[in-house]
């Protein structure tokens, strides 16, 4: 508990994940980076599936509610007495909105599992890398050339191919997790306009948030835990914190840009634990729709990261 203490700390110090080269440690740096973040991306799509499994018993309410209570739960653990501090902050209505997107996207994401497939989920939800690029754009006024805007449209056409609107094999629900890439995105946004909090104090904004708003929301869906399910919905929990910790570990040890295009790995995971868990395997449209969108936030990161190196 303490040295994921340490770690949120070490972040918040280290705010933006860049980190300057140190000579001979330096690929060392960046080996030990990429491991962790292979983990931590691992690790919360074990999350995700666990989630797909309760969302079959369970309304997704009271899943959503477990993951944020559970986060909650293990931070007052970790901090302790420490926790009032950590909440304050110069920008509470920024937190607050930051807060609320990122349960925006949780929320949508957990609530299509119910309908749709792990794999199909997740690549849609990937395409928040793209969205973030765009909305910096738009909002935050960052420049980005023809190029890049043509990274952006292809992955909006990768998720039109999983989503086939228009089409008889068309399920309303694969708009749940479009919905959460751009609610991510603004999420990632609002946290680039509150880098003078720590990463504690955004993380713990996000799950006092969390377990408040479902807490109100939950007791209308509630139905009793069975006894067999206890374990997955400690797993939640679990999944979602140490994966949390393992992606603060990996942005301290490497450059972000290092790391960003090993994000698409959670696809993989996804289509085994699809595959494993719930015999279910995306079909030719999802894995042509997939592949168009990391190719393009692939495509889309190596122009930022020439644009940053040109800088």
Not at 65 to 85: E, K, S, T
Not at 185 to 192: F, V
Request: net charge positive; proline share 4%.
């Amino acid at each position: 508990m303490r040295a994921l203490a340490r770690a949120f700390a070490l972040m918040g110090r280290e705010r933006d994940g860049l980190r300057q080269p140190r000579s001979d440690q330096a690929r060392s740096d960046q080996a030990r980076g990429i491991a962790l973040l292979l983990a931590a991306v691992l690790g919360f799509t074990l999350m995700d599936a666990t989630a797909k499994h309760l969302t079959q018993t369970y309304h997704p309410a009271q899943v959503i509610w477990a993951r944020f209570v559970g986060n909650l739960l293990i931070f007052a653990l970790i901090f302790r007495q420490g926790m009032i501090p950590l909440m304050r902050t110069r920008q509470p209505k920024m937190q607050l909105a930051r807060a609320f997107m990122q349960l925006g996207s949780v929320g949508l994401f957990f609530t299509s599992l119910q309908y749709i497939g792990l794999a199909e989920a997740t690549a849609i939800m990937d395409l928040n890398p793209v969205l973030i690029t765009l909305g910096a754009a738009l909002f935050l006024g960052e420049k980005i050339g023809p190029r890049r805007v043509a990274g952006i449209l292809a992955a909006l056409v990768g998720a039109l191919l999983i989503i086939r609107p228009g089409l008889g094999v068309f399920q309303p629900a694969a708009l749940l997790p479009l919905a959460g890439a751009f609610t991510y995105a603004a999420g990632a946004l609002l946290t680039r306009m509150v880098r003078s909090d720590s990463v504690a104090t955004s993380v713990m904004w996000s799950a006092v948030v969390g377990t408040v708003a479902t807490s109100l929301v939950a007791p209308f869906f509630w139905q009793p835990i069975a006894a067999g399910d206890l374990w997955a919905f400690a797993l939640l929990g679990i999944f979602g914190t140490v994966s949390q910790y393992l992606l603060v570990r990996a942005f301290s040890a490497a450059e972000a840009g290092a790391l960003a295009p090993f994000g698409y790995t959670g696809l993989i995971w996804a289509g085994v634990w699809g595959w494993l868990f719930f015999d279910n395997l995306p079909d030719n449209w999802t894995i042509a729709g997939a592949t168009l969108i990391v190719v393009a936030g692939l495509y889309v990161w190596s122009r930022e990261a020439r644009v940053t190196k040109g800088a």
